[in-house]
């Protein structure tokens, strides 16, 4: 809240503008997921990545929440993170597995769709996912504390835009930038969404036809189960295909994945002002090594330590 977080290899900077107008920043430790060599392979690492970017994300979040509020940083609680965790989990798959189900299923009742075996109602069940998607970002883009979230988003991509630059970092460079940036996770959750409609029209009817629970209820309680398995392979195709749409030298075709995930990001990014990009070049700061942050002329902030009971 109030801040941004940015990641550099095991290491991530959080900084957070306080009430009065002061910043405080830490360098903290990456959480990772990815300690044995073969979760890094291709189209396995994926899904782990997920994983440990919610995690790290939700941490981040009660930091910054702790900071600005003046109190004293705790490290959250283990119960707290899994708590934050399972909940996020819940309301992902409450809103963008079992919700497009069930208005597909309404769909069947009415007979303006086939049943789960049929490619109707995977279309439904794709036009419904998107539309959720959509819709949700739109809607809490007018909650004011969420479109000031959205404010620090696009100064996160503008710094990083003017880092990339590699030309001394400072608040005026970042601001000339786009607010828009082909590696974010709204383009890979864009991927996610996408690949699903995809692989479960293809593979649901597939393993349907090896396999029926004997009753109807049953049976879609069986296809919703099927599709959060599936979450794992999307997930890693997601994540490779977000790698390659973000390497320029890919040319057109990297083009043409950049864009639907670029034009998104008008709703989940929003012209920030200078005080804003001044946090995210500080978070950048922190997260940089001594000597890769040379050229970041970041403005006077407050370092907290790494240890939170230090």
């Not at 075996?117 to 739109?138: Q, T, V």
């Amino acid at each position: 809240m109030d801040g941004v977080m940015m990641r550099n290899g095991d290491m991530y900077g959080l900084a957070v503008r306080l009430a009065n107008g002061e910043i405080y920043a830490q360098r903290l430790p990456w959480k990772t997921c990815l300690r044995r060599s073969w979760l890094k392979t291709p189209f396995i690492r994926g899904f782990p990545i997920l994983l440990e970017t919610l995690i790290n994300g939700i941490h981040a979040i009660n930091r910054s929440v702790a900071i600005s509020e003046g109190e004293k940083p705790a490290d959250t609680g283990a119960l707290s993170l899994l708590s934050s965790f399972i909940l996020a989990i819940l309301m992902a798959i409450g809103l963008f597995v079992a919700a497009p189900h069930f208005l597909s299923l309404l769909m069947h009742v009415f007979n303006l769709g086939g049943d789960v075996e049929g490619l109707s109602f995977h279309l439904w069940d794709g036009f419904y996912k998107c539309a959720i998607f959509i819709g949700y970002i739109w809607l809490i883009s007018f909650v004011p504390d969420i479109r000031r979230v959205f404010e620090y988003h696009g100064a996160e991509h503008k710094t990083i835009h003017a880092w990339e630059t590699g030309e001394a970092l400072d608040a005026g460079h970042a601001f000339a930038m786009s607010r828009l940036h082909p590696r974010c996770g709204t383009t890979f959750l864009l991927f996610v969404i996408s690949i699903s409609i995809i692989l479960q029209a293809l593979l649901l009817p597939l393993i349907l036809s090896l396999w029926t629970p004997a009753t109807y209820i049953g049976k879609h309680v069986f296809s919703i189960m099927v599709k959060l398995a599936l979450v794992i392979p999307i997930s890693a195709v997601a994540y490779e295909l977000i790698r390659f749409a973000g390497t320029p030298s890919q040319g057109i075709l990297a083009q043409a994945l950049q864009a639907p995930g670029l034009a998104l990001q008008r709703l989940t990014t929003r012209e920030p002002s200078m005080a804003q990009i001044e946090v995210a070049i500080v978070a950048l700061a922190e997260a940089l090594e001594s000597e890769e942050a040379e050229n970041v002329l970041a403005t006077p902030y407050h370092h907290l330590p790494a240890s939170l009971d230090a």
